[in-house]
């Protein structure tokens, strides 16, 4: 006797997995090294790859959509956070999931960028300080 267990189709998940890690990378405290020579060395050479890697030339009205949209994003994430962690069913935690994977789409969209430029500029966020003080002044 086998069980088969129907599953959707991992596109939402996926959908989800980029805008919770995201969400996740942006809350994570920054770790600043220790006053070495070695590390300084190797952040320089880290920052120079991701320079290489990523766009970090936002505009100030791209920088002040993502502001917004981060402060609902946040709002979001720790709402889902609060009400997944009473569900015990798995299928209403799919559910839920993709309610407030919607949720958070529809409110970055409604911000006037896509999830895909939400990423960048989040991302931007975590390897460029200048950034990252223009969102913080923005998100207050």
Do not use: H
């Amino acid at each position: 006797m086998s069980i088969r267990i129907k599953r959707k189709p991992m596109t939402s998940w996926k959908f989800f997995a980029v805008i919770l890690a995201a969400c996740f990378l942006m809350a994570a405290p920054q770790v600043m090294a220790q006053d070495s020579g070695q590390q300084e060395g190797y952040r320089g050479s880290q920052e120079y790859q991701y320079q290489q890697e990523t766009n970090t030339d936002f505009s100030n009205t791209e920088i002040e959509k993502f502001a917004m949209a981060f402060n609902d994003v946040n709002e979001i994430r720790s709402e889902y956070t609060e009400v997944i962690s009473e569900v015990k069913d798995a299928e209403k935690a799919q559910a839920l999931q993709s309610q407030y994977t919607q949720k958070m789409i529809k409110s970055i969209e409604d911000k006037g960028l896509d999830v895909e430029q939400y990423n960048e500029i989040s991302m931007a966020m975590q390897q460029d300080p200048e950034i990252r003080e223009k969102v913080q002044k923005m998100s207050q």
